[in-house]
């Protein structure tokens, strides 16, 4: 992705909606050069077009949440792809982080397998030049492109996977990593049983939001890959916890 796309991201972030001219304008280039960068975006899943102008899609959309904090997530994608191994199998959740992180496998790992229950990873990914994709069926949540319940974790039942890679919308020392949805939490827990480790990518500002339901314990988790702004005391719990912290800069963002 392009700085003027990831520029593009954060301008749409804010306002939702924006006239591809103000957008060419804001840029310094080219009506025709933007819509060309608007076609790319769109053939991703990130936006939508419309007729002169360029929107993003609601609050609980994947693709709005990949433009928040881009450069910070990429990088956690980035980190945490280097622990995934030729030849491995990995179970990757909806998130924005996760999304970046199936990009970074697809677009660098000759030889590994994606398990996801997120048709917006398995779109996103598509035009990748590796990586295999099996998305798992169940039922489908068209907000979040993911599907859910038990027949997803049926379908996951026959893969056993190296390492599962979830994202998380809170954490509490209490409770450990939490999320919205109780039917996405009833399905990370019982695909949780497929994989030999489980890793959490989420960026820092996570840890300051509670979510409403339990999706992990901290003794179901091993390593957690996440920003330098973490909270210093919920890092330390972690590690008390005997949770790997994998912190990336968010510096220059």
């Given at each position: 992705?392009?700085?003027?796309?990831?520029?593009?991201?954060?301008?749409?972030?804010?306002?939702?909606?924006?006239?591809?001219?103000?957008?060419?304008?804001?840029?310094?280039?080219?009506?025709?050069?933007?819509?060309?960068?608007?076609?790319?975006?769109?053939?991703?899943?990130?936006?939508?077009r419309e007729h002169g102008f360029a929107s993003?899609?609601?609050?609980?959309?994947?693709?709005?949440?990949?433009?928040?904090?881009?450069?910070?997530?990429?990088?956690?994608?980035?980190?945490?792809?280097?622990?995934?191994?030729?030849?491995?199998?990995?179970?990757?959740?909806?998130?924005?982080?996760?999304?970046?992180?199936?990009?970074?496998?697809?677009?660098?790992?000759?030889?590994?397998?994606?398990?996801?229950?997120?048709?917006?990873?398995?779109?996103?990914?598509?035009?990748?030049?590796?990586?295999?994709?099996?998305?798992?069926?169940?039922?489908?949540?068209?907000?979040?492109?993911?599907?859910?319940?038990?027949?997803?974790?049926?379908?996951?039942?026959?893969?056993?996977?190296?390492?599962?890679?979830?994202?998380?919308?809170?954490?509490?020392?209490?409770?450990?990593?939490?999320?919205?949805?109780?039917?996405?939490?009833?399905?990370?827990?019982?695909?949780?049983?497929?994989?030999?480790?489980?890793?959490?990518?989420?960026?820092?500002?996570?840890?300051?939001?509670?979510?409403?339901?339990?999706?992990?314990?901290?003794?179901?988790?091993?390593?957690?890959?996440?920003?330098?702004?973490?909270?210093?005391?919920?890092?330390?719990?972690?590690?008390?916890?005997?949770?790997?912290?994998?912190?990336?800069?968010?510096?220059?963002?």
């Amino acid at each position: 992705m392009t700085n003027r796309h990831t520029r593009i991201l954060e301008a749409l972030t804010k306002k939702q909606r924006i006239e591809v001219a103000t957008l060419a304008a804001m840029l310094e280039v080219s009506q025709v050069t933007i819509r060309k960068d608007l076609d790319q975006l769109e053939e991703r899943g990130l936006i939508r077009r419309e007729h002169g102008f360029a929107s993003i899609d609601p609050a609980d959309d994947v693709g709005k949440r990949l433009a928040y904090k881009y450069h910070i997530k990429r990088r956690i994608a980035v980190a945490a792809a280097e622990s995934v191994e030729e030849g491995e199998t990995v179970l990757i959740e909806s998130g924005s982080c996760c999304a970046l992180l199936a990009e970074e496998l697809a677009t660098t790992k000759r030889n590994v397998t994606i398990v996801t229950n997120s048709a917006f990873i398995a779109n996103h990914i598509r035009y990748a030049p590796y990586g295999k994709v099996i998305l798992l069926g169940g039922y489908y949540q068209p907000g979040a492109q993911v599907t859910v319940g038990s027949i997803t974790c049926k379908c996951a039942g026959v893969f056993f996977s190296d390492k599962f890679f979830i994202g998380i919308d809170g954490f509490t020392e209490k409770f450990g990593f939490t999320g919205k949805d109780h039917l996405r939490a009833q399905t990370v827990q019982g695909l949780m049983e497929q994989a030999r480790q489980v890793l959490v990518l989420t960026d820092s500002e996570k840890f300051s939001h509670q979510g409403v339901v339990q999706l992990l314990s901290t003794e179901d988790v091993s390593m957690v890959y996440t920003d330098d702004q973490i909270p210093p005391e919920q890092e330390a719990f972690l590690r008390e916890k005997n949770i790997v912290v994998h912190k990336v800069s968010s510096a220059g963002v």
